[in-house]
């Protein structure tokens, strides 16, 4: 699987990929029917509990993983957390992230690179998208080094600390369906159909993350070792619960 292509599994009649395909078909008259779109993918994908804990993917019977998304969920914890502890330049320079010289632009665009992670499978892929939207949406309004170095330095502790869990992994799972659906949706479809799905399921992924209660105490995790390992898959598996919840949906 590349980066620029979608990927449905074969649709065996019965299976989960087949049930959901057939909801996509029905999105387009009934495009309320969105969170059941949205519960079907995640039960395809393996289900909320064997997704959140998954290292490794089978291309023949579409199963995913979610290894990356976690890495990258843990050192964005890890990052943080060290940031408030020492300050933002000392987090940086402790990982071997140079700023010094550097435009805001230039110090995001490092920050991204360091959180990636290198591979072409539909994870990694979404994970990095994600991040790259994260770090878009932190680094928006700030105008100067100090406020940057303000803003970094305090996140965890602040009102906004939700965008380093449940922000990044509202936007991976978003990416997640772009990267699965949305070609083979607007090879089908048309690209417009194809586009509206994906608006349609942003929303539905932003509302349902925020039913969720982005409230733990960041700063006193230690995100290097084995808690903060269960933690940011705990948080995977609980957010995945919400969408894969199929009451009244």
């Known amino acids: 699987m590349g980066t620029s292509k979608g990927y449905l599994p074969p649709q065996k009649q019965g299976s989960p990929w087949h049930s959901l395909n057939i909801q996509l078909g029905k999105l387009h008259n009934k495009p ?26 089978s291309s ?3 199963t995913f ?19 408030n502890r020492v300050g933002f330049k000392e987090a940086l320079k402790s990982r071997g992230i140079e700023f010094e010289g550097k435009t805001l632009g230039e110090i995001k665009e490092v920050l991204i690179d360091y959180f990636i992670e290198t591979s072409i499978d539909a994870d990694t892929y979404a994970a990095s998208k994600a991040i790259s939207n994260i770090m878009d949406e932190l680094f928006e309004g700030i105008e100067s080094e100090e406020k940057l170095e303000d803003c970094f330095t305090h996140l965890i502790t602040s009102k906004n600390k939700k965008i380093i869990m449940c922000g990044f992994y509202e936007n991976y799972i978003c990416e997640l369906f772009a990267r699965i659906i949305f070609e083979k949706r607007s090879e089908h479809s048309g690209l417009d159909d194809a ?44 957010v995945l619960e919400i969408m894969e919840d199929d009451i009244n949906v």
Request: charged share 30%; proline share 0%.
């Open 60 to 62: 023949g019977g579409g």
């Open 32 to 57: 309320e029917k969105i969170n059941l779109v949205l519960s079907k993918f995640i039960k395809s994908i393996g289900g909320a509990k064997a997704f959140s804990s998954s290292n490794s993917s």
């Open 65 to 83: 993983k979610s290894s990356a998304a976690r890495k990258t969920a843990q050192k964005l914890g890890s990052f943080f957390s060290d940031a």
């Open 195 to 238: 586009s509206e799905i994906l608006e349609n399921a942003r929303d539905a992924i932003r509302a349902k993350v925020e039913k969720f209660q982005c409230n733990h105490k960041l700063e006193e995790i230690d995100f290097n070792g084995e808690g903060g390992k269960d933690f940011v898959q705990g948080i995977l598996n609980e």
